[in-house]
């Protein structure tokens, strides 16, 4: 079991950027594929991106594809969601999920970090 925990989230101007981190407990961190998703209150859950363990495949929601790439750092157990262009809808709570896959077979979830995008 891995233990997920979100940082870097807070308020940005419109255009501005953030940088999210996810730090993950366990060793094995490595051999996980981890996604990125978001929530507002009383919107849907919203996958991200997904990034394979090796960290060579990566994926996006057209919402996103191209302003939030994804990265990760298996010596430091950490994954990054770098936020560009940011936009007011992009404020949301995002979490740091891990899985077996990017698509499914998810079975950690952080406790997610708001990110607000306000002028």
């Known amino acids: 079991q891995v233990q997920l925990v979100e940082s870097g989230g807070g308020l940005a101007q419109p255009g501005g950027s953030l940088r999210l981190s996810c730090l993950a407990s366990?060793?094995?961190?490595?051999?996980?594929?981890m996604i990125w998703a978001r929530q507002a209150p009383g919107k849907r859950l919203e996958w991200v991106s997904g990034?394979?363990?090796?960290?060579?495949?990566?994926y996006y929601a057209d919402s996103v594809k191209g302003r939030f790439p994804t990265s990760r750092d298996n010596a430091k157990n950490t994954l990054y969601l770098q936020m560009k262009s940011l936009k007011p809808e992009d404020t949301e709570r995002y979490y740091c999920?891990?899985?077996?896959?990017?698509?499914?077979?998810?079975?950690?979830w952080g406790q997610g970090t708001q990110v607000t995008v306000s002028s």
């Open positions: 990034i394979y363990s090796d960290g060579t495949d990566t």
């Open positions: 999920v891990s899985g077996w896959g990017i698509w499914g077979d998810f079975h950690n």
């Open positions: 366990a060793f094995s961190f490595s051999i996980y594929a």
